[in-house]
């Protein structure tokens, strides 16, 4: 038997099989989680921690902290609490299994510009794979549109809260975020397109990203004239890139294609938030750093088209050396699942187990711009919580309980275990 003794916060005689089409869980007023070893990621490790949450978020974190009477208590002995995991880069709920063409919902490649598209749009909140994501301790995500476009569409950024649909689900106040895309994947969509698509070379990429985000500025001096043309949802959502209202995520391996990017970038002056996948960052880590960009990557995909052959294990390390973000990022409805295996695969090459587990947490909650609600055990902070019952680079360890908003999202012993994660 788990060491874990909760307070229900349910009502006596509650329903115990879930319904058809669960709700939202009920924010609990307050809850204390005690004995475990803290990782609190932007401190000291806390051993014998308690962690005080009230209305959803931390109102304290400590060792012998007094227990406020009326507080609903999780005895965490043994176990190890450290913040949600965070993942930047998902589609799940845009290509929610069981996959084929009726879930194939996250490119909307009819043109290679499409600003004006929402990944929530597509967002189907029943996709088996969030549950799976919760029982991993995942509970945030940013949900990207695909890579088939230069410019694919807006992110979504959600909370994993079980719900029906998407609304209760959103990040309330998280900065609005757009996909971007380099490289092989717009060349071979469009490369067969009609005359006005086609892309068959990165100087015709780059060209036609200098000529979208051009005539978005030219669109807002026509829009002050006496008689302006009709509303273009396009240029509006490429003119907020260049004002820095919203975040750039930019998909790409190779070194010269960031570097291209930032040519644009530069000249229209807005910059990257991410670079995503980034397998040849190591090579201009300079760069990104002086830039500011974050790159979020695997530690150890590569090698499975031509601008993925450079791909190196020690890449996030290196960045991190130079003073640089360093993210992981799953890509994958199977790997969200274990980000705490794929970071504890860095400290192999470098990294301290500290600084591995910030490439999970903190500073993917850098790169999405919400540092100051997740990402760390911390006063003030969200309560967005996962409690092992070993260390979370121990192979052999489980996830016991996962909260967002101090609410229980996962519990191993009611909710089960996934198929696969046995």
């Known amino acids: 038997m788990w060491f874990l003794t909760f307070v229900a916060l349910a009502a006596p005689g509650a329903a115990a099989a879930p319904s058809a089409a669960p709700a939202s869980p009920v924010q609990p007023a307050r809850l204390v989680i005690d004995n475990a070893t803290v990782l609190t990621i932007s401190g000291p490790v806390i051993v014998d ?33 450290m913040p949600g995991i965070i993942d930047v880069h998902s589609h799940m709920g845009v290509y929610s299994w069981p996959g084929g063409s009726g879930t194939d919902d996250g490119n ?31 509970t945030t995500i940013q949900v990207l549109p695909g890579s088939a476009n230069l410019v694919g569409g807006l992110s979504a950024i959600l909370k994993l809260r079980p719900a029906r649909t998407i609304e209760p689900m959103l990040f309330a106040g998280a900065p609005r975020g757009i996909k971007m895309a ?6 071979r969509v469009y490369r067969n397109a009609p005359d006005d698509d ?9 060209a036609a990203l200098r000529a979208r985000f051009q005539a978005a500025l030219d669109y807002r001096t026509a829009r002050t004239r006496k008689e302006p043309p009709a509303r273009d949802l396009d240029a509006e959502t490429l003119l907020d890139v260049i004002d820095g209202k919203i975040r750039v995520n930019l998909h790409g391996y190779r070194a010269y294609d ?13 910059s990257v938030a991410i670079f995503h996948h980034a397998l040849d960052a ?15 990557t695997w530690p150890d995909w590569w090698g499975f088209k031509l601008e993925a052959f450079d791909g190196i294990p020690w890449n996030a390390q290196m960045v991190h050396e130079a003073g640089g973000t360093a993210i992981l990022h799953s890509d994958s409805a199977d790997h969200v699942q274990r980000l705490n295996f794929e970071a504890a695969k860095l400290v192999r090459y470098g990294m301290s187990e500290s600084e591995a587990l910030r490439t999970i947490t903190l500073n993917p909650a ?41 609410a229980p999202v996962y519990d191993r012993e009611r909710d089960g275990v996934p198929d696969g994660q046995r």
């Open 258 to 270: 960031v570097v291209g990017f930032y040519r644009v970038a530069d000249a229209f002056g807005f």
């Open 108 to 138: 909307e490649a009819v043109e290679a510009f499409t600003p004006r598209v929402w990944a929530g749009d597509s967002f189907d909140p029943e996709d088996p794979a969030l549950a799976r994501a919760r029982a991993g301790g995942v």
């Open 366 to 406: 850098i790169g999405l711009g919400l540092a100051d609600r997740v990402g760390a055990i911390a006063p003030g902070r969200d309560a967005d919580l996962v409690l092992y019952d070993r260390h979370p680079f121990d192979i052999y360890t489980q996830v016991q309980l996962t909260w967002i908003d101090g």
């Open 198 to 206: 086609q892309l068959q070379t990165r100087m015709g990429l780059f």
């Open 182 to 187: 380099v490289g092989e994947n717009p060349k």
């Open 282 to 296: 190591y090579k201009v880590r300079d760069i990104l750093v002086a830039h500011g960009t974050a790159v979020a």
């Open 49 to 81: 921690g308690t962690v005080i949450i009230e209305g959803g978020r931390i109102r304290e974190v400590g060792s012998g902290l007094p227990l406020p009477a009326g507080f609903p208590v999780v005895d965490a002995r043994g176990g190890y609490l």
